[in-house]
T-cell receptor, first 114, second 119 residues
Framework: NAGVTQTPKFRVLKTGQSMTLLCAQD?????MYWYRQDPGMGLRLIHY???????AKGEVPDGYNVSRLKKQNFLLGLESAAPSQTSVYFC?????????????FGQGTRLTVV | AQKVTQAQTEISVVEKEDVTLDCVYE???????LFWYKQPPSGELVFLIR??????QNEISGRYSWNFQKSTSSFNFTITASQVVDSAVYFC????????????????FGTGTRLTVIP
């Protein structure tokens, strides 16, 4: 049982490049989330999904897009990377809303945009 | 407004000392949940505890204990007889109903407290 797996773990991008971060969970969870972690700011929600085929905006969605074509996968896309998107990105999943169940987090993706 | 405040940015203790990490939260909801997560140097987030707003009983798990006080909106975390392996960043988080149109909610994280246990 792998839990939540993020790919890649590290990436360096040039300004203006695009990339996709993949999150995969094998727990049959309905809810999936993408967070970013910046120094001194804790984690902030970018986008989330309440089920296959659904996505919604979180606190800091600008500059990102997401897709949830399959229940087990949640993709985070950066169409034109900017230095302000340098961060550590965490994916999470939960069976139900936070509180009713625990959230499981991936190991994070460290992205640097130069 | 900050929903979760962890005023202690960094704490250092000598091994075997007790240490308390403070967490103060803000919410208008009557139903909410509080969490603590540990982020060791390896970077992953490890779930420690979940507590709902209707359960003010303190909880103890081995060397860890949590004190939830609604009167002061605090959910403090104490490590007894600290060990080097406790060195990590600890996050307190609050979940409340936020995205009412989708039925989902969010985890609001504090800024974390970096604990260093010196051998």
């Amino acid at each position: 049982n792998a839990g939540v797996t993020q790919t890649p773990k590290f990436r360096v991008l040039k300004t203006g490049q695009s990339m996709t971060l993949l999150c995969a969970q094998d727990m049959n969870h309905e809810y999936m989330y993408w967070y970013r972690q910046d120094p001194g700011m804790g984690l902030r929600l970018i986008h989330y999904s309440v089920g296959e085929g659904t996505t919604a905006k979180g606190e800091v969605p600008d500059g990102y897009n997401v897709s949830r074509l399959k229940k087990q996968n949640f993709l985070l896309g950066l169409e034109s990377a900017a230095p302000s998107q340098t961060s550590v990105y965490f994916c999470a999943s939960s069976l139900n809303v936070f509180g009713n169940t625990e959230a499981f987090f991936g190991q994070g993706t460290r992205l640097t945009v130069v | 407004a900050q929903k979760v405040t962890q005023a202690q940015t960094e704490i250092s203790v000598v091994e075997k000392e007790d240490v308390t990490l403070d967490c103060v939260y803000e919410t208008r909801d009557t139903t909410y949940y509080l969490f603590w997560y540990k982020q060791p140097p390896s970077g992953e987030l490890v779930f420690l505890i979940r507590r709902n707003s209707f359960d003010e009983q303190n909880e103890i798990s081995g060397r860890y204990s949590w004190n939830f006080q609604k009167s002061t909106s605090s959910f403090n975390f104490t490590i007894t007889a600290s060990q080097v392996v406790d060195s990590a960043v600890y996050f307190c988080a609050l979940s409340e109903a936020w995205f009412r149109e989708t039925g989902a909610n969010n985890l609001f994280f504090g800024t974390g407290t970096r604990l260093t246990v010196i051998p």
